[in-house]
């Protein structure tokens, strides 16, 4: 396997038009995490899945934000409206689940940069 | 929102000396993860901590659990140019769930 997978690299894109960010994890977690980051703070949680299952959304994440993991495989980020405030990197990490439920270790993505003007 | 607060958020320092990061919660952790970020790239795991007062060390990193398991540190001995990076703690759950730190970013000039 090649790790996780992420695209675009980069975006550019206008305030108020839409993007979509894809992540491809290793094949064999059932884990997935999608995180914000900016520059010089650590990663920002937004959601997570086990399998399909969506079973966190951070509340600060606003309804512009929606993510989805259709098959249990990749998954999909989209934000809707963008506004300057959203440039970030965004990074997507996959892992298996560690003895006891517990995190097990977090593979991450090179990140999709995205830039508003 | 962070829940981890993690000091000092900046460290500069030369080549041979050591430091330490350290990383804390109002609450009791799961578990903690250390990872490595560099410029450009995602995180990179160091280690995993479960049991409180658990010390694990890798080469020249050492890692230290509190008892009470809401705390953790990372020292580093004779750090190098090539330890550079921003080091973050993640606060795992048995829900599967990882919440990072600000980070501390630590600069090694040669």
């Known amino acids: 396997d090649t790790g996780v997978s992420q695209n675009p690299r980069h975006k550019i894109t206008k305030r108020g038009q839409n993007v979509t960010f894809r992540c491809d994890p290793i094949?064999?977690?059932?884990?997935l995490y999608w995180y914000r980051q900016t520059l010089g703070q650590g990663p920002e949680f937004l959601t997570y899945f086990q399998n399909e299952a969506q079973l966190e959304k951070s509340r600060l994440l606003s309804d512009r934000f929606s993510a989805e993991r259709p098959k249990g495989s990749f998954s999909t980020l989209e934000i809707q409206r963008t506004e300057q405030g959203d440039s970030a990197m965004y990074l997507c990490?996959?892992?298996?689940?560690?003895?006891?439920?517990?995190?097990?270790?977090?593979?991450f993505g090179e990140g999709s940069r995205l830039t508003v003007l | 929102t962070q829940l981890l607060e993690q000091s000092p958020q900046f460290l500069s320092i030369q080549e041979g000396e050591n430091l330490t990061v350290y990383c804390n919660s109002s609450?009791?952790?799961?578990?903690l993860q250390w990872y490595r970020q560099e410029p450009g790239e995602g995180p990179v795991l160091l280690v995993t901590?479960?049991?409180?007062?658990e010390v694990k060390k890798l080469k020249r990193l050492t890692f230290q659990f509190g008892d009470a398991r809401k705390d953790s540190s990372l020292h580093i001995t004779a750090a190098q140019p090539g330890d550079t990076g921003l080091y973050l703690c993640?606060?795992?759950?048995?829900?599967?769930?990882?919440?990072f730190g600000r980070g501390t970013q630590l600069t090694v000039w040669p």
């Open positions: 990490a996959s892992s298996a689940t560690a003895q006891g439920g517990n995190t097990g270790e977090l593979f």
């Open positions: 094949s064999e977690h059932n884990r």
């Open positions: 901590v479960v049991t409180g007062g």
């Open positions: 609450s009791v952790f799961s578990s």
């Open positions: 993640g606060r795992g759950s048995t829900l599967g769930r990882l919440y």
